[in-house]
């Protein structure tokens, strides 16, 4: 990963006013703490509570901890550079970011799309679920999308490594991202720019009609139930997970196919802002508040430690 011309980017970051910084540090600091722990939390509690021993909590598992990897992969430097007024970031380490944060990206979305193969097969095949996730095809599925993930950005960032970086070294954005990059290199980015645009758009085709058509059969077979108890409580299996796709499919194309998000780059900063802050620190809310069987798990959780903390 050497480059003969440019050794340092520079991050304008969100804002040059210094009150701002402060306002935006003790923001993202908030939602970064905040994620972190309720991501750490379901993480414990599927780990050490007996009910939450089912497939569905084991992606919510891994889920969890893509979130983490995905937040902690862009805040930090962001609190660093805010705090030291260091705006410098090596090459190496730019294009390491560029790395993990498209790779938790890429791998969240396949997971997402196998979530909902699994609330499909708990309620359109329910007798066969215990044999169809095994413990074992869970374990491989997770493995898939990380592999998935690695597949789809691994053929962009080796052209990326290619690029040539000639005088100019400023990047207007608060992380390192291809899209900053790509506009103040000296090479010829067209094809590089192309393959981009094709491995976003294979993952979301791919991960979009997995989820919507797990969700079409899911609706279809919920709508035979006969009482309405029933279609209620198979609805509430799912509406988490629904909330969560909409929020990551929401603002990812937004980002790729509104026009002035293209244009717009401030929009741009906000939009990777909410997705890098926002979307990991409510995740955990929309499970927690949204799942019997988690707020029961953490109550149970809660009066063991406090039981242990009395002896």
């Not at 804002?15 to 414990?44: C, E, H, R």
């Not at 862009?74 to 260091?86: E, Q």
């Not at 294979?202 to 009609?209: A, D, E, W």
């Not at 955990?284 to 019997?292: D, H, S």
Request: hydrophobic share 45%; charged share 15%; aromatic share 14%.
């Amino acid at each position: 990963m050497k480059n003969y011309t440019i050794t340092t980017f520079i991050l304008l970051g969100l804002a040059d006013d210094p009150q701002l910084k402060v306002w935006i540090f003790i923001f993202l600091y908030f939602t970064y703490m905040l994620s972190v722990t309720g991501n750490l939390t379901i993480i414990t509690l599927t780990f050490v509570d007996s009910h939450l021993k089912t497939p569905m909590y084991f992606f919510l598992q891994n889920f969890s901890f893509l979130e983490i990897s995905f937040t902690s992969a862009c805040i930090p430097r962001y609190l660093y550079n805010i705090a030291t007024g260091d705006n410098v970031i090596t090459y190496n380490a730019c294009f390491s970011q560029v790395f993990f944060t498209d790779l938790f990206a890429v791998t969240e979305f396949f997971l997402l799309a196998t979530m909902s193969c699994d609330r499909y097969v708990a309620i359109c095949k329910p007798l066969h679920y215990v044999t169809i996730m095994s413990s074992e095809v869970c374990k491989r599925l997770v493995f898939c999308c990380w592999l998935a993930g690695l597949l789809i950005i691994i053929s962009p960032l080796s052209l990326g490594l290619n690029l040539k970086f000639c005088d100019l070294n400023v990047t207007d954005h608060f992380l390192c991202d291809a899209s900053p990059l790509l506009k103040i290199s000296c090479s010829d980015t067209w094809f590089l720019e192309q393959s981009i645009i094709i491995c976003a758009v294979l993952t979301l085709i791919l991960t979009l009609m997995c989820v919507v058509l797990s969700y079409a059969y899911i609706i279809k077979t919920i709508l035979r139930f006969p009482s309405a108890q029933q279609r209620r409580r198979a609805f509430s299996t799912c509406s988490s997970h629904m909330v969560v796709v909409s929020i990551t499919y929401g603002t990812c194309m937004f980002i790729y196919m509104n026009p002035t998000a293209k244009e717009e780059v401030t929009i741009n900063k906000v939009v990777s802002l909410l997705i890098s802050s926002i979307s990991p620190m409510l995740n955990p809310f929309i499970y927690t508040l949204r799942n019997k069987q988690v707020k029961n798990a953490f109550k149970d959780s809660i009066k063991r430690i406090a039981s242990f903390l009395k002896r």
